[in-house]
């Protein structure tokens, strides 16, 4: 009894919680807001995750919320004016310890659990539900991960209409060896000494790719989405690991599922302009082998000359993009 009253208290108290909170002007300008939302605080102590909004022109019913991927925040304006175009309120969430919501106490990306995200997730879909009926979760390489996870488990999740996946990361980009021994490995010493850390092994290839300061059209905070993705901890790569294990076995996400990918994975060290038309992140055969295991209603869409983030590839690519999911979304809708 005594456990239902403090159950039923929290309850109410995030309710209230979530009522008192404020948008305000973001820095992305213009019609975009943010609030900023303390969550409870875990081993590096206080937390917070943002909820960003920019509101169709029109009034609708309908939202879209999207996750970012590994070494990320929001920051794609495009993304939130298509979805606004299309008669939707888009919304989007800076994880606890990534862009907005990154505190001076904090490690960047740091995770030990693929769970610590679904408090993030059930905050932002109760600011949604306020006005909206009609939940499209969406989400990029390890936010595809994690919105898959949540649609599959989380605790919001009947309130989820749609899931699209933007390269998930359903599998790491490595050799069998790897896959099969050293990432097991590792993960189990995580489990016991998360904070061991390790480099990525990745290179700057890829930001150079996409900023524009660089060989890039796109401008975002280069101390929030790092050129080169920061050093991984063991505990980070024991949580992927578990995620992606899960996800293997197979999930049961009740809601239609659209999954896109680009038509070809590359591996260089060097430059060259194929970075521009290709996923240097991901292996695409591993989004494609894995996106069945879902649920029974998976659409698998492969995307010519894609990047890694579909949505800041080049300007014919994301028009394709934008126009085979909302032509999908009125199928499902």
């Known amino acids: 009894m005594k456990r239902m009253i403090i159950i039923l208290l929290s309850t109410i108290l995030l309710h209230v ?69 299309n008669g ?44 909206n009926s009609f939940i499209l979760l969406c989400g990029h390489s390890t936010g595809g991960l994690t919105a898959s996870l949540y649609a599959h488990e989380g605790k919001q999740r009947h309130a989820i209409n749609a899931l699209w996946l933007n390269s998930p990361f359903f599998d790491v980009n ?22 061991i850390s390790l480099a990525t092994g990745s290179s700057q290839l890829y930001g150079e790719s996409l900023h524009v300061d660089y060989r890039g059209e796109w401008n975002y905070n280069l101390k929030w989405k790092l050129l080169k993705s920061p050093k991984m901890n063991f505990g980070w790569i024991h949580a992927i690991y578990n995620a992606q294990h899960k ?3 197979g999930l049961k996400i009740d809601c239609p599922v659209l999954v896109m990918h680009s038509d070809k994975s590359v591996k260089t060290d060097k430059w060259k302009d194929e970075i521009t038309r290709a996923d240097i992140v991901l292996d695409i055969k591993d989004i494609i082998k894995h996106a069945p295991k879902l649920g029974s209603n998976v659409t698998i869409q492969t995307i010519k000359d894609g990047k890694h983030d579909l949505i800041l590839s080049i300007k014919t690519v994301r028009e394709t993009v ?8 009125k199928s499902v809708v």
């Open 17 to 85: 919680h979530l009522h008192a909170q404020t948008f305000k002007p973001d820095i992305l300008g213009g019609k975009f807001e943010q609030a900023s939302i303390s969550m409870p605080a875990d081993y590096e102590g206080d937390a917070v995750c943002t909820i960003i909004r920019a509101r169709a022109n029109k009034a609708t019913s309908r939202a879209a919320l999207y996750i970012h991927g590994f070494n990320d925040y929001f920051f794609q304006r495009e993304m939130a004016e298509q979805f606004n175009n």
């Open 88 to 131: 939707y309120n888009f919304y989007a969430i800076d994880l606890r310890k990534f862009g907005r919501s990154l505190l001076p106490h904090q490690t960047l990306c740091n995770m030990r659990k693929l769970e610590e995200y679904y408090a993030d997730i059930d905050t932002a879909i109760s600011i949604i539900l306020k006005e």
């Open 174 to 195: 490595m050799g069998i060896i790897l896959k099969r021994i050293g990432v097991p490995f590792i993960s189990s010493i995580g489990s016991i000494s998360p904070n």
């Open 247 to 249: 996800l293997r076995k």
């Open 322 to 329: 934008y126009l085979n999911l909302f032509k999908w979304l």
